[in-house]
């Protein structure tokens, strides 16, 4: 927990294409609400995307939340793996099929380079499928590495990857 007791405002990626993704997604967002020390505040819409990577695979369901927690980085990274565990994540290929993936994007304007930990996402302002549930939960938002909003780095991307909307979020308040 943070020393200071102060919340941060974090964004957190979501997806998933194993079994029933849009299922995994929404039981991953009822488990982070379950933390005392984590509140969520906005919900992006869920979005059905084109895999990035490895393309034989099934689609994605993306979304994400934008959260205010007490916990450190690292302690919101353990607690976002365990919950990845507890939903049978299997860590075995990179870019590769999973029951659910989250991941730290923003963890408030803090750069942050450890061995396991590297925020803001080092890959989130060249995916589309990260930007545009980024941009409807938080347009505004300045990347703290690049110093660009994240309209400014949606308008600058190359990735031509397809995301649908699945279920819009007329509330995108939590």
């Not at 990347?143 to 660009?148: D, K, L, S, V």
Request: aromatic content about 8%.
């Amino acid at each position: 927990m943070r020393e200071d007791e102060r919340s941060i405002v974090c964004f957190i990626g979501i997806g998933s294409n194993v079994a029933d993704p849009v299922s995994n997604c929404l039981e991953s967002i009822e488990r982070i609400s379950l933390f005392s020390h984590i509140r969520i505040t906005k919900k992006s819409s869920l979005y059905r995307t084109e895999p990035v990577g490895l393309k034989e695979q099934e689609w994605f369901v993306n979304g994400v939340i934008e959260i205010k927690t007490k916990y450190t980085a690292t302690t919101l990274l353990k607690v976002l793996q365990q919950i990845e565990k507890d939903m049978g994540r299997i860590r075995e290929e990179r870019w590769g099929p999973r029951t659910i993936d989250l991941d730290i994007l923003f963890y408030g304007q803090e750069v942050i380079k450890e061995k396991d930990l590297s925020v803001p996402h080092p890959e989130l302002h060249k995916r589309r499928f990260v930007l545009i549930p980024m941009y409807e939960v938080a347009p505004y938002v300045i990347h703290p590495a690049f110093g660009i909003s994240i309209k400014g780095l949606l308008n600058r991307l190359q990735d031509e990857s397809r995301v649908e909307v699945l279920f819009e979020n007329p509330n995108v308040e939590g």
